[in-house]
């Protein structure tokens, strides 16, 4: 069965520098998502990305992140200048657009940013 | 403002007992409701979602628009269904999850 896979499982980094997070989702997929999920506290969205364009994004997801599809199948979140309040697990996780049909989001394992 | 609430973090329960997880919503609309689940060292996958009304390893969950519930049910818990639960909010395809805090579920032998 099709899964949504990210690199790296792990990554460290210094306050300050920045990071890039790969997924490569579900191939047939149209929607792509980042979400991530602080310590302790709930999963939360980041930004959606449909036809080469954000469809929707959060507060949290503000001018030191962005987001591309490089190729025909990575999905990257670029974190510009890391804080130490970015250490969280980051998911992505994609969904097949079919007009009237259900809305099940594929998650990655999570990519776990720890910013010291 | 929308909104998804898991009152319970942490739930306990011997195998055999029934379990129920509770969510309640707010939404200005008509949502789909889901719960998904994630397995010790696992990726969140989805259990269950409202528009397909099934029973997914004796778990079932009704939507309850009165009451603005989906709250998950099982009747006879068991030792695999140890997992955190968390029940989640979308108001159409595309759109963001809203997921609550999760439910850490406990099937004591």
């Known amino acids: 069965e099709p899964e949504v896979t990210q690199t790296p499982s792990h990554q460290v980094t210094q306050m300050g520098q920045e990071v890039i997070l790969r997924c490569v989702p579900i191939?047939?997929?149209?929607?792509f998502y980042w979400y991530r999920q602080i310590l302790g506290q709930k999963v939360e969205f980041l930004v959606s990305?449909?036809?080469?364009?954000?469809?929707?994004k959060s507060e949290i997801f503000d001018d030191q992140f962005s987001v591309e599809r490089p190729d025909g199948s990575n999905f990257t979140l670029k974190i510009r200048s890391t804080k130490l309040e970015d250490s969280a697990m980051y998911f992505c996780?994609?969904?097949?657009?079919?007009?009237?049909?259900?809305?099940?989001?594929?998650f990655g394992p999570g990519t776990r940013l720890t910013v010291l | 403002a929308q909104r998804v609430t898991q009152p319970e973090k942490l739930l306990s329960v011997f195998k055999g007992a029934p379990v129920e997880l509770k969510c309640n919503y707010s939404?200005?609309?008509?949502?789909?409701l889901f719960w998904y689940v994630q397995y010790s060292r696992q990726r969140l996958q989805l259990l269950l979602r409202?528009?397909s009304r099934e029973s997914i390893k004796g778990f079932t969950a009704d939507l309850n628009k009165g009451e603005t519930s989906f709250h998950l049910k099982k009747p006879f818990a068991q030792e695999e269904d140890s997992a955190m639960y968390y029940c989640?909010?979308?108001?159409?395809?595309?759109?963001?999850?809203?997921f609550g805090t999760g439910t850490s579920l406990t099937v004591i032998p």
């Open positions: 996780a994609s969904s097949e657009y079919l007009a009237g049909a259900n809305n099940e989001q594929f």
């Open positions: 191939s047939n997929h149209l929607y």
């Open positions: 990305f449909y036809n080469n364009e954000i469809s929707e």
């Open positions: 939404y200005s609309g008509s949502p789909e």
């Open positions: 409202h528009i």
């Open positions: 989640a909010l979308s108001g159409r395809p595309g759109n963001q999850f809203y």
